[in-house]
Structure formats: C-alpha cells, structure tokens
C-alpha cells in the first residue's frame, strides 16, 4: 500500500512514446507532487532526455529490478511489458497505474476513471489499470445519466484518431496525405488501407463474432467501470484520417424518462465535462477543439423518439491526454489524497 508522503518517487515507464510524453507533461501541468521523477524506457532510448520543471531527465533502461524505491509507476510501455514488469513492480512495494489492456479485466485489478468510480481504488492490491481511450471519454459522460435515469442500453460509434495507434501511425496519415495530394502511389504499412481521405471499420483484431477487440473492450470495460452488468453496450469502432482527438456518437436509452434539457442540466454539473450544445450557432464539440484539453466535451444532445425514454448524444475528447495520460495521473491524485 501507498505510504502518505509530502512528495513521491515516481516512474514513467515508455516514457519516449506519445503517451509517455503526455504522462510527463500532465505531471508537470498539474504539479505532483513529485521528489523524483524516472524515466524508462526500451534499450533504443537509452540516455535519451525528457525535460521536467526545465531540468532534463536521463531514460533509463527498463528491468524488473528498478522499482525498489519508486512509490508510483504509470505504465504505457504495451501489454506484454506490462504483464512482464508490473508484477514485480508491485511486488517492490510500487503501485503501478497501467495503461495498456493487460490488466483491465482481472477480477483482482480495479479499472478506474476518478469521475466515475474512484472508491474502487481503495482496494488496488499494487495495480491499478486504466481504461481504453475511447471507453473512458464514453463513461464520463455516461455516468450522470446513469445516476438520474439508469441506462439500460447503449449504442456507440467512434470516431477514432490515428494518434490512438501511435507516431508510425500520424506519420503514416501524414505521408499518405502528401503523397495523394502529390498525385503518387499510397503504400499502407500501419493499416492494412489507406487512411488519407478515408474511414476505416476497423480498430484492433476481429473476433470470431465478428466484433473488433476494440469494441469488445467498450462492451466490457463499461460494465466494469460502471458497476452494473445490466447495461447492455455495443460498438463500432471506426479509425478516422483525424491526427489527435476522438468523436463518438452515443444512442442512450433509459429506464427513466430524461428530457434533453433534463440531461443538458445533469450533464452541466458532472464533473470533467464541458457542455458544448448550440448547434443552431454551430456549436458542437470537434476532435480539434478538444486538443490538450482535460475535459469531455458534449452536445447535440438530443430526444430518440424511434424508443420510449432514448437519447442521442456526441462527444468529443483528447484521446492522448484524457484518454490516457490524464486520467492516468488524475488516478495518481486519488491514489495520494486516499493514503
């Protein structure tokens, strides 16, 4: 467990990835209370650098024996390092907040987004995951509904950044970009097609079902999260030619009736949500918007008059940041205040 400190020894681990990136930044913005920050990393990135407070931070190479010492690792190193490094990194007396799907579904493993479910972090037994980026800006808005009407199902549709794939993957949208503006041939390499000027129906592995790991994920990670089995959720994930920044179109449907207004006004007083919802105006959120932004952003909230208590919402949020690495250290911050 956690011992109460004034500042903490803290571990970044794939820290030169985008999202590694992001953790350092977020926390530094945020101003954790940090004695120490490490950074690590595969052997490629040995003796690289990442400023922190203005001073530069050497990356260290990542073993099983680094963690004696360190309170609190954030993980975005993948699955399989994961699986490999966190055990031992709890094992050291570290609490680990992981990133990757490794750990989402273990009984023995709380999933937390802090504006849904923080009071599951109390019964962390050294690692604690963090959810998929588009399960977690879905939930934040779900969540209020759910309290003032209870949610009985859920369709979603994302609309998904090539950033959530990672640096090959921008660059890969990037090239194609040039490349057909250029009148030249495209090559996929990260995506089995083109993602310039194209949507793709497809994020991560297809299934026997013919569901896509992705949207499994959401299926699962949302029950979890919400503590309530009897939410029935499905998805379509699909990849979009957007550098940074997820949509998703949410049809909600409800036990108890809830006017638009009604849910404009429990939307308005959650927290980490900004209601953007003035679409005779044109205001609505945008993916670019929402860029380095903490917040969930909700609009064209709307009556589904097709079902007898049906919602229509979209949502826009930084996938990087909240999505990620945010959420990552806002967990840290209830980590620390609930030592």
């Known amino acids: 467990m956690l011992k109460k400190k004034d500042k903490y020894i803290v571990a ?99 999933l937390v987004v802090p504006e849904v479910n923080p009071q599951d972090i109390e019964r962390h037994k050294g ?12 939930v934040v808005a779900l969540k209020p509904i759910h309290d ?47 993602i310039a000027f194209n949507c793709l129906p497809h994020i991560d592995k297809f299934m026997d079902n013919g569901y896509t790991k992705e949207e499994i994920k959401m299926v699962n990670e949302t029950k979890k999260i919400l503590g309530d089995d009897s939410v029935k959720v499905t998805a379509t994930t699909v990849r979009v030619p957007v550098f ?42 945008l993916p670019a918007d929402t860029a380095n932004k903490d917040e969930v952003y909700v609009g064209r909230v709307r009556e589904d008059d097709t079902i007898e208590n049906g919602l229509n919402i979209w949502i826009a949020a930084d996938n990087l940041r909240k999505g990620a690495a945010l959420n990552a250290v806002q967990i840290a911050e209830e980590l620390i205040r609930r030592a």
């Open 127 to 138: 690692i604690i995951a963090n959810p998929n980026c588009s399960t977690i800006q879905m």
């Open 148 to 194: 003032a009407a209870k949610i009985r199902r859920v369709v979603v549709t994302t609309f998904q950044s090539v950033s959530g794939t990672g640096k090959k993957a921008m660059d890969e949208l990037l090239n194609q970009t040039s490349d057909i503006l250029n009148f030249k041939e495209i090559k996929p390499v990260v995506y089995p097609h083109q």
């Open 244 to 285: 940074r920044g997820h949509a998703e179109s949410i049809n909600i449907e409800t036990e108890k009736k809830l006017s638009a207004n009604d849910a404009r006004a429990v939307l308005s007083t959650a927290p980490g949500i900004i209601v953007f919802d003035a679409p005779e105006k044109n205001i609505y959120p």
């Open 12 to 110: 970044v681990v794939g820290a030169t990835g985008a999202v590694g990136n992001e953790m350092v930044s977020v926390l530094e913005e945020r101003n954790f209370p940090v004695e120490k920050l490490r950074l690590f990393a595969s052997e490629r990135s040995e003796g690289k650098s990442i400023d922190f407070h203005d001073n530069p931070v050497t990356v260290e190479i990542l073993t099983d024996k680094i963690f004696d010492g360190i309170d609190i690792a954030l993980f975005s190193a993948g699955g399989d390092r994961s699986k490999e490094f966190a055990p031992a990194a709890a094992k050291a007396g570290c609490v680990v907040i992981d990133n990757s799907s490794a750990w989402r579904m273990d009984p023995e493993v709380p």
